[in-house]
């Protein structure tokens, strides 16, 4: 089948990794990439991940300072419907191939700008490096989190039940040591291309209706912000009952267990009466029983659970000892518990379920021979997508290049509006019946685009969205509670599906068959319907198990490599992940690529991916051998400071500095500098001494700052640019998060409001759907139906999870 973006022409004049990735992934659903590069060469073109970024594009090398090269790329810029570039502020503008030149003479263009820290902000001009970004921002404090946990460190409050808990530092994760941690994901950079391709997408969208282009704007910084949006929350009354949890410490053990065979599984959350009794023999029991109520050995949510978990650590460590982890992962298969192994990265791009189900693929590199990397990470069921080829050699295809831009017509300028739109998914209705955050998330990026998105929530839900986690992904929505095994509840979604333009959800498929809310039924009822179905795994044996981040992380080697575990260190959890959150991404860009299609065909179709896949996507910055053999690549240290002494995290007397000096230039300077021992040059002097050297020697370096994230709600400038939010919430009073991490120039996001209420609209969505208030009273009384505030007739519903 052709790709959803198939005829779509994309300049690609971006290097370092998201810009390359937002590309790659154009170029996989069918869009014609063209790379353009310059004579100086790419200074990242030695990274691996090239290999994996850059396949499916045509390469061709113009020197835009130019006469001749400048006049063939405005001809390609005239004939282009997407660009992607990640030139620092200000260069386009001396190139002459800014947005503002390119729209001239092509109004239709998308033009995605990736920038290290936005144009128009104070540190607009700093070196863009992910270390770098990640220590300014406080993102590599966020790694393991902080003591007290999130909610409480971003309000200055201390945790009290650390002391009487007495956690034992071997039982938590990251390096045994102080301090922030440099991992091997590049989030920043995958934060900004998870961004960049939902604006783009959404820009797509918009262009159908509008037949306008407009800029998209995102950067590192922003990335970044993407990343911590689990944990960089600011409120009023962080004390709220029921809203904070144990969940986010660094002092709170996180699940992960040593086997007998000296490999990591990672059972989230933990699960004391299944790996107690299962382990009880000398034969591991796949089929304890777990039917007990109110379970005593279950853990709760809230942060006096520290105290219950030092109590099982050493007993869960101990039982987990007694098998080897593969036999752990098949008796977590059989029993439906969320339990992975830790695994390396090179085993995830073999496994041949992944292999089976495309997301990973092996292509034929002419430099490297057939290697394994990411596949195709969301389908359509109109465009499977294609990886098209492997990355060209520079400049392979500059003749060919330059010769269609001769043919091409001299560009003519044209008048085009400036003036902003409406939100670009005005006017579409989403229907939300996802669960906790990779599926609702993915619809609170539809609803921050203009979708009005109902949230189909059970009676007794109010338990989870008063959490703190619920809260990161659910703003914007209404909110009507059902009984969808009442038949007058399940009468009524059908009607709101009538009025639907999208249905998303990440419940267990074979779930949706037996309430015939399945693509298979409804499509035949509603040809128009965008049906989305995200999973946490690929389709295949393991796609009916539970999944979330953690155990995506897991297959895709993120836990590994971040923790170093090849090197000695033990796996880790990164608390800025972007596996649910990834997830919710690729949803949100494989609907709006539907949206965009049905504007053509009038049909809809069905959209699906998976927690998995965007974890995947988060580990492409590596490739295998396809018998799993591994190819160069740096690799991190034990103690999780850096990939090499020129790319590291360095302790000086009173805080930590991050040094990228990349490049001969920089790395002579920082040689020069600091002579033999880099560790006594820093560890002599005081951070501001150390960064001041750095900075007269020409070695960019950053602090990384514990602090920064205290700061983030203080800016005016990111409050003005919607980078950050603010409202009022009835638990937590006032809520500051974070905002859109991308900008659309002509049809800029919303933010529709704060998180949602269980049951808030119910009556209000009933209302207009024809129901009077009589019969709502009828409906709640039924309890297929629940309001808030209750109705006077509601039934008391209590959670299964309580």
Sequence with gaps: ??????????????????????????????????????????????????????????????????AGDHALFLKLAADADVLVESFAPGVTERLGIDFETLTAINPRLIYCSISAYGEGTPDQDRKGYDALVAARVGLQFEQRGHAEGAVWHMTGRENPFIEAADIQPEWLQGADREGPLFVAS???????????????????????????????????????????????????????????????????????????????????????????????????????????????????????????????????????????????????????????????????????????????????????????????????????????????????????????????PDPVKASASTTPGDAPLKGIRVLDLGLAIAGPFGCQLLADLGAEVIKINALWDTYWHKNHIAYVANRGKSSIALMLKHPKAMAILKQLIVTADVVQHNMRYDAVERLGLDYETLSKEFPRLVYCHTRGFEKGPRMGLPGNDQTGACLAGIQHEDGAVAQGGKPIWALTSLGDTGNGFLSAIGIMNALMEREKTGKGQF?????????????????????????????????????????RLYEAQDAWVQVAAVGDAAQAAFDGLVGRDPAAFFASRSAADALAALAQAGVPAELSDETASLRLFDSDLLKQRRWTVEYHDPAVGKLEQVGLTYELSGTPGVIQGPPLIVGKDTAAILAGLGYDEAAIDELAGEGAIACDPPRATQQQMRSPWQ
């Design 607 to 647: 959209v699906d991916t998976s927690i998995v896949n965007a974890c995947l996507l988060n580990t492409s910055y590596a490739a295998a051998r396809p018998d799993g053999g591994a190819l160069p690549r740096p690799r991190l240290d034990k103690d999780q400071t850096g990939f090499s002494a020129h790319y």
């Design 1 to 66: 089948m052709s790709g959803v973006l198939d005829g779509l022409k994309v300049l690609d004049l971006s290097w370092g990794i998201a810009g390359p990735m937002t590309a790659m992934l154009l170029a996989d659903h069918g869009a014609q990439v063209t790379r353009i590069e310059r004579p100086e060469g790419d200074p990242f073109a030695h990274m691996l991940g090239y290999k994996v970024w850059n396949r499916g594009k045509r390469n061709a090398v113009l020197n835009l300072k130019d």
């Design 186 to 408: 590049p989030w920043p950079s995958l934060g900004a291309f998870f961004s960049a391709s939902t604006g783009i997408a959404a820009a797509l969208f918009a262009r159908e209706k509008t037949g306008r282009g407009q800029r998209v704007r995102t950067s590192l910084q922003q990335g970044a912000m993407a990343c911590a949006s689990g944990v960089w929350q600011r409120m009023e009354e962080p004390d709220a009952p029921g809203f904070n949890t144990w969940i986010l410490s660094s002092k709170s053990p996180k699940g992960h267990f040593k086997c007998k065979d000296g490999r990591w599984v990672h059972n989230w959350v933990p699960n004391p009466r299944f790996i107690l009794g299962a382990s009880a023999g000398d034969t591991l029991n796949a089929s304890p029983d777990l039917t007990v109520q109110n379970d005593p050995d279950r853990f709760g949510i809230g942060p006096e659970e520290l105290l219950v978990m030092a109590h099982y650590q050493p007993i869960l460590q101990d039982a987990i000892a007694k098998f080897s982890a593969a036999e752990w992962v098949e008796a977590a298969r059989i029993a439906e518990m969320t339990m992975q192994e830790c695994r390396p990265l090179e085993e995830s791009l073999i496994d041949p379920y992944l292999i089976d189900d495309r997301c990973v693929t092996t292509v034929d590199d002419p430099e490297l021979g057939p290697i394994n990397q990411v596949g195709i990470t969301y389908r359509l069921s109109n465009s499977q997508g294609k990886v098209q080829g492997p990355a060209r050699a520079r400049g392979a295809d500059t003749d060919a290049v330059k010769a269609e831009a001769a043919r091409l």
